[in-house]
């Protein structure tokens, strides 16, 4: 308990900032997270390729993982560095059918090249035990501004029976980003990818909170090898979110829980974990008080890193997430025809990279659950002509990363990935040929993406 308080009050006395943080933390999502940023290796004097695979985030090694935990506070000792970075992110996507309608207002049919994100950090050391990850974001696609992932971090470093123990409280606004592996939802490959072409169905855990919510959990490393970590979180208001130009996508969470399981092993040349995760959550979507859809999901993960030198470097992540999904609410307004169901997620992927600078990455991904007529009802483009969710597809990525090493031009102060990344599907919602009910066919939706994702 001493830990925790003292943690507490850390956070106590910064009550502006999270004040601050509380308001910010509401704005839109954006799809995928990010990043190796180079206010990072400012603050720690070391490259970018020190703490990420492949010299860009967010694939974390021992090190990355370390920094993280540490309430991103760790320096060169050099003195005060401004934690503030940038990142653009331009992106070109082309599905091999053109989709019935725009994704958004602002964009086509098909082939839309569009200023991704734009987007600031605040991110890095603001006290001796308290740091931030807080993203600002403006969103071609939609022209829309707004607070992106946002995390603010207590840690501190304890000696508990002679081993050490990294203690901390994250104040968050999306379960699973402030696990440290790669594995976790908010974490996983793609690290960028497209928001625009079709996808299937995921657990509630997967995004289906992010931005819309505020939450706080503690967590644990002990002897560098066993991790724990328990929170929970609360909607933002209909009247906040208003405000700030979103729509009331969640609705109002009733008695929920995020916790997390690991065991990590670092052998220098090698790292690896294996865990478990899980959130329970009810979901009152009209805000009313009464019965709720509730979601209990629980995930098995795993990861492997060979860093060798660090001139080769192969990685293998694992998951899968089971959820058991309770419709009362959407069973008695009649848009489920079941009353409960489930959603199982499985993703594997393997990367190799060179010199930290050419990658090349694998990955294959499946997605299966209980057949629903009216939750998966038939709709052009996304909906199931068989009331099914079932999806399975692959993913093949390769970039090249020329900077992020200590060597490089602009070292510490620009990266670079210049990346090519194809997904096609073998089923989508159920069915490989006409899965919408509307002549659409699986492999319609296989999706040619390139992108230049900078930071600075």
């Known amino acids: 308990m001493q830990v925790f308080t003292s943690l507490a009050r850390a956070l106590a006395r910064h009550g502006r900032l999270l004040r601050w943080l509380a308001a910010g933390t509401v704005a839109a999502a954006i799809a995928q997270p990010a990043l190796a940023l180079p206010s990072f290796a400012r603050q720690t004097g070391m ?3 020190a703490c990420h695979v492949g010299a860009y985030g967010p694939q974390l090694t021992p090190a990355g993982i370390r920094f993280k935990l540490s309430g991103y506070t760790d320096s060169d000792g050099q003195g005060s ?3 503030l970075s940038a990142m ?13 309608d725009p994704p958004t207002e602002h964009t086509k049919t098909n082939n839309n090249a569009v200023a991704q ?20 974001t403006y969103a071609g696609a939609e022209r829309k501004t707004a607070i992106d992932n946002a995390e603010l971090r207590a840690a501190d470093t304890f000696s508990v029976g002679g081993k ?6 994250s104040l968050n606004n999306n379960p699973t980003l402030s696990d440290p592996f790669n594995t976790a939802p908010a974490w996983r490959f793609p690290y960028m990818a497209t928001e625009l072409a079709p996808a299937p169905a995921s657990p509630l855990i997967a995004g289906g909170l992010g931005q819309h919510v505020l939450g706080v959990s503690a967590y644990g490393m002990y002897d560098n090898h066993y991790y724990a970590e328990l929170g929970t979180y609360k909607a933002l208001s209909a009247s906040t979110l208003d405000k700030l130009g979103l729509q009331d996508e969640v609705g109002r969470l009733t008695s929920n829980a995020y916790w997390r399981l690991a065991y990590f092993g670092d052998l220098k040349k090698q790292a690896y974990h294996v865990g478990l995760f899980g959130l329970n959550a009810g979901v009152q979507p009209d805000r009313v008080q009464g019965p709720a859809n509730r979601y209990n999901d629980i995930g098995v993960d795993a990861s492997y890193q060979f860093l060798g030198t660090r001139e080769h470097i192969g990685t293998v992540y694992a998951s899968y997430i089971h959820e058991k999904q309770k419709r009362d609410v959407a069973y008695a307004n009649g848009e489920a025809e079941n009353q409960s169901g489930t959603l199982k997620e499985m993703q594997l992927n393997a990367s190799y990279y060179y010199n930290q600078t050419w990658g090349l990455t694998a990955s294959t991904f499946r997605t299966k659950g209980s057949s629903d007529a009216l939750l998966y009802a038939p709709a052009p483009d996304m909906g199931s002509a068989t009331g099914s969710p079932n999806t399975t597809g692959y993913m093949l990525q ?5 900077w992020g090493k200590e060597s490089s031009w602009g070292s510490p102060w620009a990266n670079l990935r210049l990346g090519a990344q194809y ?3 073998t ?3 159920g069915e490989s040929n006409n899965y919408d009910g509307s002549g659409r066919n699986a492999r319609d939706n296989n999706t040619l993406y390139l992108f230049a994702w900078t930071s600075f």
């Open 47 to 49: 490259e970018c390729a």
């Open 81 to 83: 560095k401004i934690p």
């Open 88 to 100: 653009l992110v331009g992106g070109f996507d082309r599905t091999a059918k053109d989709l019935t």
């Open 117 to 136: 994100e734009v987007s600031v950090f605040l991110a890095g050391r603001l006290a001796d035990r308290l740091g931030a990850f807080v993203q600002t």
């Open 164 to 169: 050490d123990l990294i203690a901390g409280l």
């Open 398 to 402: 390769a970039d090249w990363t020329p």
């Open 423 to 425: 997904t096609w599907y």
């Open 427 to 429: 089923r989508f919602n």
